[in-house]
């Protein structure tokens, strides 16, 4: 199949699969005497694979690593893959809690402000951000 029949049956975007090409992830299993990239039902399910981990979450380079097992079962163990999933999820934790404190800033900052049409001058949000007293 075409990239572009992989794209229709992957939904992954043309665009993406050539990034995914160039990031090394996938690559095409040959080419046709008019140099069109040729892919095969394997190229689909690793194109696939290659999608549901950015779906989770991971990184090129753990996605990268996740290939390699998976294309080599027979001389990888699976806390290989256990461990790329338990820093994934420490990643994700650590994120949560950051975005939480955004959260926790941003809403005190917009409780601090009027919203009039009051001149910025004033504005308590600016003021915070600047590190003036509000």
Do not use: W
Not at 10 to 34: D, F, M, N, P, W
Not at 94 to 100: D, F, G, P, R, V
Request: net charge neutral; proline share 1%; hydrophobic share 35%.
């Amino acid at each position: 199949m075409k990239i572009g029949d992989l794209a229709r049956k992957t939904g992954l975007s043309v665009h993406t699969l050539r990034y995914y090409e160039k990031a090394g992830l996938l690559q095409a299993s040959g080419r046709t005497g008019a140099n069109y990239r040729i892919y095969t039902e394997d190229d689909a399910t690793t194109a696939s694979f290659i999608k549901r981990c950015k779906e989770c979450g991971f990184t090129l380079d753990e996605t990268r690593a996740l290939i390699t097992i998976r294309d080599d079962k027979r001389q990888h163990v699976c806390a290989e893959a256990k461990d790329i999933a338990q820093n994934k999820m420490q990643d994700l934790k650590t994120q949560i809690t950051s975005l939480q404190a955004m959260l926790i800033t941003l809403d005190k900052l917009q409780a601090l402000c009027c919203g009039g049409e009051e001149s910025a001058e004033f504005c308590s949000i600016i003021a915070n951000l600047e590190g003036a007293p509000s």
